[in-house]
């Protein structure tokens, strides 16, 4: 169709049939956003009751390091406002294996602290109320297993690589960001305290020995209360999973897929909500003006060299154990600017893309044995996407 736009014949490639999008995450969200934006109508269809199921109201942090631009600026240029409870950290103490202790500060944020889940104030409700004022259909209770006309898919995760399990809790102590690296406490991974506004979530994020994840849990509830003093008053408990696979196809036969179902998230930590808006927002943007390929060109430029560095990060990071982590953060200057440091650490770099491509592409490790009757976490979430 040709409309005349501003005195010169345009051709308006926007899409004119509805774009559906399964799965109302922050992926599926941010792509219907951005359907409406560039003038579609998106339909968005979300397997369980309401927005925010997989979370619990547990702390999460957006990560501000990768690039010098604040993610919250980059939000706001996709069209995403940033109305959902944020609190900016520029601090965190670190804990190393045996206790050792490091104040990691920076000049700007380093994150933002927000919340998910199906709470009021969660990133995931404030998306949906967007969404909905944009003219988005969301319909709830909608499990799709495919979709014929093309579309989105933004399902999360199908499979579990690393799980998270903590405890959420009241507290009267002031704001506070914690770390703790040891394979003691979370072996491959970290455990962290986060503290805002009379709330806290406590948590160990596991890359190996998952079906111990009471034992760590525990030791974390023991390390945190030994070394920062805090109480658990009646704790709620909460896990997780999450995809660290690689991706794969981006699209395939009209289907464009993003977020978390894609692969699209952080393979050394974990930080897969900015990515997961990014290419949620490019794969919805790039359907509606009838232009797919737009969206894998957006991930090669935009995400593919933080992937793979990442990913190469996390192979290192895996190997490093005990000894390795005291001296990583023992070494790191009390002065440096930790946002700076990150940024270095995850920048794309031309020797670990090689390395990517040549080694890490062919021997990333693949999932693990499903223990019979076992229910830990990775268990449960491995067994539910193994149905799907
Ligand atoms: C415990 C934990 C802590 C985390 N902490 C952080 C953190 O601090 N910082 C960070 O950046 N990231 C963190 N992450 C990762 C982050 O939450 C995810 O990367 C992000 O939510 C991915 O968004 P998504 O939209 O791709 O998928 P999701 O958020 O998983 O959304 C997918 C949606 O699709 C729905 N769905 C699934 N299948 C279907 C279907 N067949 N039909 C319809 N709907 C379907 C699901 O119900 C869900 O609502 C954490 C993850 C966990 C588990």
């Given at each position: 169709m040709r409309v005349l736009d501003r005195g010169r014949l345009k051709t308006n490639r926007t899409h004119s049939a509805v774009i559906e999008i399964s799965g109302a995450g922050p992926a599926?969200?941010?792509?219907?956003?951005?359907?409406?934006?560039?003038?579609?109508?998106a339909r968005v269809y979300e397997r369980k009751s309401d927005v925010g199921h997989r979370f619990h109201g547990d702390f999460q942090g957006l990560e501000n390091w990768t690039t010098e631009t604040d993610v919250l600026q980059e939000l706001h240029q996709l069209g995403v406002k940033t109305d959902f409870e944020v609190t900016p950290f520029s601090e965190v103490v670190c804990f190393g294996p045996g206790g050792g202790?490091?104040?990691?500060?920076?000049?700007?944020?380093?994150?933002?602290?927000?919340?998910?889940?199906?709470?009021?104030?969660?990133?995931?409700?404030?998306?949906?109320?967007?969404?909905?004022?944009?003219?988005?259909?969301?319909?709830?209770?909608?499990?799709?297993?495919?979709?014929?006309?093309?579309?989105?898919?933004?399902?999360g995760p199908h499979r579990a690589?690393?799980?998270?399990?903590?405890?959420?809790?009241?507290?009267?102590?002031?704001?506070?960001?914690?770390?703790?690296?040891?394979?003691?406490?979370?072996?491959?991974?970290?455990?962290?305290?986060?503290?805002?506004?009379?709330?806290?979530?406590?948590?160990?994020?596991?890359?190996?020995?998952?079906?111990?994840?009471?034992?760590?849990?525990?030791?974390?509830?023991?390390?945190?209360?030994?070394?920062?003093?805090?109480?658990?008053?009646a704790p709620r408990r909460f896990g997780g999973s999450g995809n660290f696979g690689l991706p794969k196809a981006l699209s395939k036969g009209g289907i464009l897929y993003?977020?978390?179902?894609?692969?699209?998230?952080?393979?050394?930590?974990?930080?897969?909500?900015?990515?997961?808006?990014?290419?949620?927002?490019?794969?919805g943007r790039a359907l509606a003006e009838r232009s797919p390929g737009a969206y894998t060109a957006f991930y090669r430029r935009r995400l593919r060299g933080y992937h793979k560095s990442?990913?190469?990060?996390?192979?290192?990071?895996?190997?490093?154990?005990?000894?390795?982590?005291?001296?990583?953060?023992?070494?790191?200057?009390?002065?440096?600017?930790?946002?700076?440091?990150?940024?270095?650490?995850?920048?794309?770099?031309?020797?670990k893309q090689l390395w990517y491509d040549l080694y890490l592409s062919r021997h990333?490790?693949?999932?693990?044995?499903l223990h019979a009757g076992c229910d830990c976490t990775w268990c449960r979430c491995q067994r539910q996407s193994n149905r799907e």
């Open positions: 599926g969200l941010s792509a219907a956003l951005a359907v409406v934006k560039a003038g579609a109508r202790e490091r104040r990691v500060r920076s000049t700007e944020p380093l994150f933002y602290l927000l919340r998910r889940g199906p709470d009021s104030g969660t990133l995931d409700q404030c998306l949906k109320q967007q969404a909905l004022v944009a003219g988005v259909e969301i319909r709830f209770n909608e499990s799709v297993a495919r979709l014929p006309q093309g579309g989105v898919v933004t399902a690589d690393a799980v998270a399990v903590g405890y959420l809790f009241g507290t009267d102590r002031a704001d506070a960001a914690y770390a703790a690296i040891s394979d003691q406490l979370a072996p491959g991974g970290y455990a962290y305290l986060l503290i805002s506004g009379g709330r806290a979530t406590l948590a160990t994020c596991l890359f190996r020995d998952f079906h111990r994840e009471r034992v760590y849990l525990q030791r974390c509830v023991e390390f945190f209360s030994d070394r920062v003093g805090i109480r658990l008053d993003a977020g978390e179902a894609a692969g699209i998230q952080d393979p050394l930590f974990g930080f897969g909500i900015r990515s997961a808006l990014l290419s949620g927002a490019a794969a990442a990913a190469c990060n996390r192979w290192f990071y895996g190997r490093l154990g005990d000894a390795g982590y005291r001296k990583l953060l023992m070494r790191y200057p009390a002065e440096a600017d930790i946002r700076k440091r990150m940024r270095r650490a995850y920048a794309p770099r031309r020797w990333y490790p693949s999932v693990l044995e």
